[in-house]
């Protein structure tokens, strides 16, 4: 077990449609990055929030997880992002979590926006993930499912709670606010991972990304609408010490609607 993981975020601006505009500056920016076990990227990193142009998903051999893969290999870290990936019949937004050993696991957001008709061009997942790795258990997310509590409720089975965005200006208290909610109810790591920049569409990203610990006090935070690395210790002995403290998760309420459902406070 690694009683401390490092992780690595980066927030940056998204061509449009462009992969191999994307994925080269994503090499730039990583260029001097070392000792990560995990890098983040954005939500559809390769893309951006193209949702419509489900012709430009790939398959998960195609050149962005090959690229992935390669990049995880050389900087002997996770690369985590979405990417839109076609699967048989379906196009999925696919976040894809590349080990440097080139094991590659997936999680297909389950939330889709339909505010803008995400769920008329994708198919959503029906399951979460949770990973070990280096002793950790991890649940990442996208976007979207940050406003689904029930979704994220942990029993005490991950560690560190991640999510990759599109998440825009307008709405952007209301990302800081359920970030902070779902690190206290959950007693985890809670980190949120967004871009900057403006998309095709004319919306615009301010960042935000931020780190907070199983209390929901902020660790880190990235510059507002500017690009950048934020790196982070995460400890596992305090996550330990802040459960032992305050075990709000062994107390149960059942609560019936129509199935049994526990809440946790």
């Known amino acids: 077990m690694k009683k401390a993981l490092n ?25 001097e990055v070392t000792g990560a076990d995990i890098i983040l990227l954005p939500e559809l990193f390769s893309t951006g929030f ?18 992935m893969k390669a990049l995880a290999k050389k900087k002997k870290a996770v690369l985590c992002g979405s990417v839109m990936i076609k699967d048989k019949v379906h196009v999925f937004n ?28 994708f198919t959503a997942g ?18 979207y499912d940050l406003r689904f509590p029930v979704f994220a409720r942990n029993d005490v089975d991950y560690d560190l709670l991640l999510f990759v965005a599109n998440w825009p200006n307008t709405r952007i208290s209301a990302w800081d606010a359920l970030l902070k909610a779902r690190a206290i109810e959950n007693q985890a790591y809670v980190i949120g991972l967004n ?11 301010p960042g935000h990304s931020q780190v907070l610990d199983p209390e929901g006090d902020r660790i880190s935070m990235a510059p507002e609408y500017e690009v950048g690395l934020v790196e982070v210790t995460l400890s596992k002995n305090y996550l330990i010490e802040c459960r032992k403290r305050h075990p709000f998760y062994r107390i149960e309420i059942p609560l019936r609607l129509g199935i049994n459902f526990p809440i946790y406070f």
Not at 15 to 28: G, Q, S, T, V
Not at 195 to 205: E, I, K, P
Request: some cysteine; hydrophobic content about 40%.
């Open 7 to 31: 992780i690595c975020l980066l927030q940056c601006d998204l061509h449009w449609e462009d992969a191999l505009k994307n994925r080269a500056e994503i090499d730039a920016y990583l260029a």
């Open 50 to 67: 193209s949702v419509a142009s489900t012709h430009l998903a790939q398959t998960m051999d195609g050149e962005t997880v090959v690229w």
């Open 94 to 121: 696919r976040l894809l979590w590349v080990e440097p050993n080139g094991r590659v696991l997936h999680y297909d957001k389950r939330h889709l926006f339909s505010l803008i008709e995400e769920d008329k061009y």
């Open 126 to 143: 029906t399951k979460r993930l949770v990973i070990e790795y280096k002793g950790w258990k991890i649940c990442p997310m996208i976007c």
């Open 195 to 205: 871009r900057v920049g403006t998309d095709g569409f004319n919306a615009q990203y």
